[in-house]
């Protein structure tokens, strides 16, 4: 069992990470919430901020770790599942998308963005009719979701190519 003043230099370290986050300085926040998960591994906020700053210096392999990590804390935390479906899709990797975006469609069924994301995957892969009906959903949960809009007449302008 960890003592008391490892978690709190953990969350001490979290603050100030978040505070490099803030100024923009992305490295040392890494630094910081690293340091912050060696004081505490069960710090589930350490990890998602981690993943979060890799996310913006475009470090995937090292964002997809840390997410990955955080769902070993929190299984069903839906952001960590929607933004490693966003990595995996970056990484072209569109079946591992799917499951992650379909997990979390199914902890969250009312997040618009993961049916739409959901969605794009299926295009990509030539799903036509379940990217139909993922953009349906999306539109079903938030009628103005304009991306959603878009994509539902992408789809339709494929299927009158064909």
């Given at each position: 069992m960890q003592d008391k003043s490892d978690k709190e230099?953990?969350?001490?370290?979290?603050?100030?990470g978040l505070d490099y986050?803030?100024?923009r300085r992305f490295p040392e926040a890494i630094r910081h919430f690293k340091e912050a998960v060696k004081k505490d591994p069960e710090c589930f906020e350490a990890y998602m901020h981690l993943?979060?700053?890799y996310m913006e210096m475009e470090q995937f392999?090292?964002?997809r770790w840390a997410y990955q990590k955080a769902l070993e804390l929190d299984e069903d935390?839906?952001?960590s599942w929607y933004r490693l479906g966003?990595?995996?899709i970056n990484g072209s990797d569109y079946d591992e998308a799917e499951k992650c975006l379909i997990r979390a469609t199914k902890i969250e069924p009312d997040k618009a963005a993961a049916w739409n994301t959901l969605g794009t995957v299926y295009m990509e892969q030539e799903k036509y009719i379940k990217a139909?009906?993922?953009f349906k959903k999306a539109l079903e949960i938030d009628p103005d979701y304009n991306q959603a809009s878009f994509n539902l007449e992408k789809i339709k302008n494929i299927?009158?190519?064909k």
């Open positions: 230099l953990a969350q001490e370290l979290l603050e100030s986050i803030n100024q993943a979060d700053t392999d090292s964002a935390h839906v952001e966003d990595i995996c139909k009906e993922s299927e009158i190519s």
